[in-house]
């Protein structure tokens, strides 16, 4: 793959892409981490998905991953390799078991978006934030004894941009999460009990 990609570094907090500028590609995650958001007409920020190594994200001329309309943002250092639709294209039709696993991808995607949505319309904002981390703590947790880290800088308006509510909102919730002993907070990181994983 190397040979036909262009590995481009992204510094920390960097937009990659802007709804009104989409890339043209594939690009897949090398290392780090990029949060895919939305922005509602109220301002609000609406985060749809979290990217690392291994993920993929962009829209060629033989499909879509339907990340054209949200902004990239990077959360960390990232490095990302670039696919041109020409270089894709010649690369998938030698290699039909990689165009398999793009489509899987595919709808693994569309399934993620569906809940998030259903999550965002229907449940009240407690559900929704044991929600976020609970797939936080399934995606980026490193157990340590009773408790799964989340390996992701993670502030109270981070977690509230990824919900869509306020700051204070969110912060009322994971105090009330604190004194249950379902979470640990910490400056910029949060520790779950394996009970709220059951919740």
Known sequence: ??????????????????????????????????????????????????????????????????TNNAYIETLEESLVCHFENQQLEEFLLDRPQLMLAIIKTLGKKIEEQQEMLEELAFYDLRHRVVFWLKKLGTEFGLEEGEYLVIDLPLSHQDLANMVGA??????????????????????????????????
């Open 1 to 66: 793959m190397h040979n036909f990609t262009t590995m481009t570094t992204y510094p920390k907090k960097t937009v990659v892409q802007r709804p009104d500028n989409p890339l043209d590609g594939l690009y897949f995650v090398k290392t780090g981490k990029l949060r895919l958001y939305a922005l509602h007409e109220s301002g609000k920020e609406y985060t749809i998905g979290i990217l690392q190594k291994g993920n993929s994200f962009g829209s060629t001329n033989l499909f879509d991953l339907g």
């Open 166 to 199: 306020t700051r204070e909102g969110v912060s009322t919730i994971l105090s009330s999460l604190s004194k249950e002993g379902l979470i640990l907070p910490g400056r910029r990181q949060i520790r779950l009990h394996r009970n709220l994983l059951k919740q």
